[in-house]
T-cell receptor, first 113, second 111 residues
Framework: DVKVTQSSRYLVKRTGEKVFLECVQDMDHENMFWYRQDPGLGLRLIYFSYDVKMKEKGDIPEGYSVSREKKERFSLILESASTNQTSMYLC????????????FGAGSRLTVL | SQQGEEDPQALSIQEGENATMNCSYK?????LQWYRQNSGRGLVHLILIRSNEREKHSGRLRVTLDTSKKSSSLLITASRAADTASYFCATDRYNTDKLIFGTGTRLQVFP
């Protein structure tokens, strides 16, 4: 069964801490995405990556960075967490450019105190 | 940024009834997709309809697309309690690889 695995389902961090959210896919997919989901706002794209070491900003990249050193792993980094980054974070992947359907992980719910 | 808007925001029905959700979007698209999300979980792909298609079926799901009105609808027939979830439409911005999601419709199906 193909999978997108997010390392932490629930995290609680303090303001100013550096936070790493990890996402691993076992489908040899080229493209990977990070979204955040907030009530009433739906899913908003933070960053995406077409391939290893490639990244592009989504609609709300401020306060975030990403790393894609290996094809299967896409990390979202909050350099200095703030309370307004409390949210559900969803990682997704797909085969490659031109492909359409995303496979999602189960999500990581982050609370910043 | 472009975003689909689902309507209604919430819908409550009895088992056996049909559920209809609508999605509107703003710019030209290559295709439109519908996803389902169970509470607190990731999204699962349901169905994709291309811009040159008008209707598509998959089991109890029927999706329509009207590109002139920039809208789509998802019909779930003979709903079950297990259909309780949030449903999202997603569109790709024309000539980009970004998939943009709407705000979702929360469906509650009572036994």
């Amino acid at each position: 069964d193909v999978k997108v695995t997010q390392s932490s389902r629930y995290l609680v961090k303090r303001t100013g801490e550096k936070v790493f959210l990890e996402c691993v896919q076992d489908m040899d997919h080229e493209n990977m995405f990070w979204y955040r989901q907030d009530p009433g706002l739906g899913l908003r794209l933070i960053y995406f990556s077409y391939d290893v070491k490639m990244k592009e900003k989504g609609d709300i990249p401020e306060g975030y960075s990403v790393s894609r050193e290996k094809k299967e792993r896409f990390s979202l980094i909050l350099e200095s967490a703030s309370t307004n980054q409390t949210s559900m974070y969803l990682c997704a992947s797909r085969t490659g450019r031109g492909a359409n359907v995303l496979t999602f992980g189960a999500g990581s719910r982050l609370t910043v105190l | 940024s472009q975003q689909g808007e689902e309507d209604p925001q919430a819908l409550s029905i009895q088992e056996g009834e049909n559920a209809t959700m609508n999605c509107s979007y703003k710019t030209s698209i290559n295709n439109l997709q519908w996803y389902r999300q169970n509470s607190g979980r990731g999204l699962v792909h349901l169905i994709l309809i291309r811009s040159n298609e008008r209707e598509k079926h998959s089991g109890r799901l029927r999706v329509t697309l009207d590109t002139s009105k920039k809208s789509s609808s998802l019909l779930i027939t003979a709903s079950r309690a297990a259909d309780t979830a949030s449903y999202f439409c997603a569109t790709d911005r024309y000539n980009t690889d970004k998939l943009i999601f709407g705000t979702g419709t929360r469906l509650q199906v009572f036994p």
